[in-house]
Nanobody
Framework: QVQLVESGGGLVEAGGSLRLSCTASGTHSRINVMYWYRQSPGKQREMIAQMYNSGDTDYADSVKGRFTMSRDSSATRVWLDMNNLKQEDTAVYYC?????????WGQGTQVTVSA
C-alpha cells in the first residue's frame, strides 16, 4: 500500500510564504502523476497543482504564479512552495499520487492564512 504523509502546514500571515512537503512510501512505479489538492470547510476538494511523469506541471488559476510544485528525482517526495498567500488559501492541503491505476491520498495538512 502506498502511503503519503504531508507536512509543513501552519499559521501564516497574508502575503507570507509556506512550503509543504509530501513523502511517499511503499511506491512501486516511477511512472506516476503527483497532485496537490485543497479543501476548505463547506467547499469541494479542489485540485490546485499536478506534476506529470515528465516533470511538467499544471496549476489552477487560483494559485498560478504564486504556487510552485517540485519533486525529487524519484518522485517519492514532492513540495508545494506557496507565496503571496491570501486568506482564501486557508484550507487543508492534500497530496495525491496516481500509480498503477489507483489514487493514493495523504491525510492532509492545515494551512491557515491570517489577515
Amino acid at each position: 500500500q502506498v502511503q503519503l504523509v504531508e507536512s509543513g502546514g501552519g499559521l501564516v500571515e497574508a502575503g507570507g510564504s509556506l512550503r509543504l512537503s509530501c513523502t511517499a512510501s511503499g511506491t512501486h512505479s516511477r511512472i506516476n502523476v503527483m497532485y496537490w489538492y485543497r479543501q476548505s470547510p463547506g467547499k469541494q476538494r479542489e485540485m490546485i497543482a499536478q506534476m506529470y511523469n515528465s516533470g511538467d506541471t499544471d496549476y489552477a488559476d487560483s494559485v498560478k504564479g504564486r504556487f510552485t510544485m517540485s519533486r525529487d528525482s524519484s518522485a517519492t517526495r514532492v513540495w508545494l512552495d506557496m507565496n503571496n498567500l491570501k486568506q482564501e488559501d486557508t484550507a487543508v492541503y492534500y497530496c495525491k499520487r496516481f500509480e498503477n491505476g489507483a489514487d493514493y491520498w495523504g491525510q492532509g495538512t492545515q494551512v491557515t492564512v491570517s489577515a
